[in-house]
T-cell receptor, first 112, second 113 residues
């Protein structure tokens, strides 16, 4: 199994541009989440999904959209990038509520 | 809401010594806690977890202690090795809260050879 994969690893955007961060898992996990990690802030939950077709907001959802059309994929969309969205983004998945959560390698995003 | 935080930002230990990393949480409803290790340039990696019906759980070279009275948990690493150098996060949630883990800010463990 590849586990949780994320693309791209690095991305630079200009303010106002849009893009999609890709996340895929091959473990047939129901739960998937997106976090952002900023210096001194730890990881903060952006959006999460408890199964295909179901998504919900986390702690910091503004400026981001998600969809979950399949069990495997959980893309994160930035509609109009802002410098405040410069961060490292991690996707994670797990089978159930209290099961072990596996993280992807991260995407480092810089918005100029 | 809940906040989960670590007492100190950095910890330096001698190789072979035991390490203790502490964490405090604010939400008394939290009943599930996890410790993660994050190496530079990588995603967090699960180390060990503990449910609130336990006060101690042991893994390979690691032990997590939970004190619900003072809302405190700690991670103990025995015989610390250079490969243990990383940032360590504690996280907590409440059963049924789905993916809503609340993470602490992280503490850097540095192992001196």
């Amino acid at each position: 199994n590849a586990g949780v994969t994320q693309t791209p690893k690095f991305q630079v955007l200009k303010t106002g541009q849009s893009m999609t961060l890709q996340c895929a898992q091959d473990m047939n996990h129901e739960y998937m989440s997106w976090y952002r990690q900023d210096p001194g802030m730890g990881l903060r939950l952006i959006h999460y999904s408890v199964g295909a077709g179901i998504t919900d907001q986390g702690e910091v959802p503004n400026g981001y959209n998600v969809s979950r059309s399949t069990t495997e994929d959980f893309p994160l969309r930035l509609l109009s990038a802002a410098p405040s969205q410069t961060s490292v983004y991690f996707c994670a998945s797990k089978q159930g509520d209290l099961d072990t959560q596996y993280f992807g390698p991260g995407t480092r995003l810089t918005v100029l | 809401g809940e906040s989960v935080g670590l007492h100190l930002p950095t910890l330096s230990v001698q190789e072979g010594d035991n390490s203790i990393i502490n964490c405090a949480y604010s939400n008394s409803a939290s009943d599930y806690f996890i410790w993660y290790k994050q190496e530079s340039g990588k995603g967090p990696q699960f180390i060990i977890d503990i449910r609130s019906n336990m006060d101690k759980r042991q893994g390979q070279r690691v032990t997590v202690l939970l004190n619900k009275t003072v809302k405190h948990l700690s991670l103990q690493i025995a015989a610390t090795q250079p490969g243990d150098s990383a940032v360590y996060f504690c996280a907590g949630t409440k059963t049924g809260a789905n993916s809503k883990l609340t993470f602490g800010k992280g503490i850097t463990l540095s192992v001196r050879p």
